[in-house]
Structure formats: C-alpha cells, structure tokens
C-alpha cells in the first residue's frame, strides 16, 4: 500500500499557474499509472489527469490544455503544472492510482483561484 503526499498547493489569482507535486511511497510507483484528482466544495472527486506507466497522459476536458501532468520515476514523483487557473479549478487537490487505491488517499493540496 503506498503513502501519498501532495504539496504546491495556494492561492493564486485567475489566470495563473501552479505547479503541484506528489511523492510516493511504500509501493512499486514506476509500474503504476497514476492520476490528479480533485474535488470541489459540496461536488464528487473528479479525475482531471492521468499518466500511464509509459507516459501517456489524458485529461478531464475542463483542464485539457491548460493543465499537464508528468512523472519522475527515479524520484517516486508525480506533478501537475496548471496553467491559466479559473477560480472553478478551486479544489483540494489529491494523487492516486488509476484506479484509486481507496486507502491510500492523502491529506491532498488546497488550491484557491481568486478572481
């Protein structure tokens, strides 16, 4: 089971960038695909990117273009850069597996656009 623990979180204006990172534990990280997901006051969780082993990716259409997901294998690291923030990106901000692993969750990483 692996430990997940997100960081890079804050409060930016709209039209502004953040880049959030991920470093994971306790399990064999290079062999997983892994996903950003986030979830918004009084909404679901919701997967907004993923990237695969090999290092395909493929994003929610609300983020594609605007956010990009990448992996360091050799630093257990998984980060996503958010560019042109909308103050409907606000949300908590969390890494998992793809599929989640459902006890693996962290504290995730606030993330607040201002308009």
């Known amino acids: 089971q692996g430990q997940l623990v997100e960081s890079g979180g804050g409060l930016v204006q709209a039209g502004g960038s953040l880049r959030l990172s991920c470093v994971v534990s306790g399990s064999i990280f290079s062999i997983n695909d892994m996903g950003w997901y986030r979830q918004a006051p009084g909404k679901r969780r919701e997967l907004v990117a993923v990237i695969t082993s090999g290092g395909s990716t493929n994003y929610a259409d609300s983020v594609k273009g605007r956010f990009t997901i990448s992996r360091d294998n050799a630093k257990n690291t998984v980060y996503l850069q958010m560019n042109s923030l909308k103050p409907e990106d606000t949300a908590v901000y969390y890494c998992?597996?793809?599929?989640?692993?459902?006890?693996?969750w962290g504290q995730g990483t606030l993330v607040i656009v201002s308009r």
């Open positions: 998992n597996q793809d599929p989640p692993e459902v006890d693996a």
